[in-house]
């Protein structure tokens, strides 16, 4: 048997309404956020909002996920 890892990192929120937790990344971290073409952060609606792969603090903390 075979045991595979499978870890989705990059959606951050998904939903019309904000998380509560003022910790949480939506709140804490808005620069590590995808943009869009006008380089403003997405606004909340049905869809994920994910993390920028090329933000290196969102990276870095990827990796924190990854390695705890």
């Known amino acids: 048997m075979a045991i595979h890892a499978y870890m989705n990192v990059m959606p951050v929120w ?4 904000a998380p509560r ?6 709140h ?3 620069e590590w956020l995808a943009a869009g073409k006008d ?6 609606s049905e869809h ?4 920028n792969p090329a933000h290196p603090e969102a990276r870095a903390h990827v990796v924190a996920l990854c390695r705890d």
């Open 48 to 51: 994920y909002v994910v993390l």
């Open 14 to 17: 998904k939903g019309t309404t």
């Open 39 to 44: 380089g403003k952060p997405p606004a909340l």
């Open 21 to 26: 937790d003022r910790t949480h990344l939506w």
């Open 28 to 30: 804490a971290h808005r």
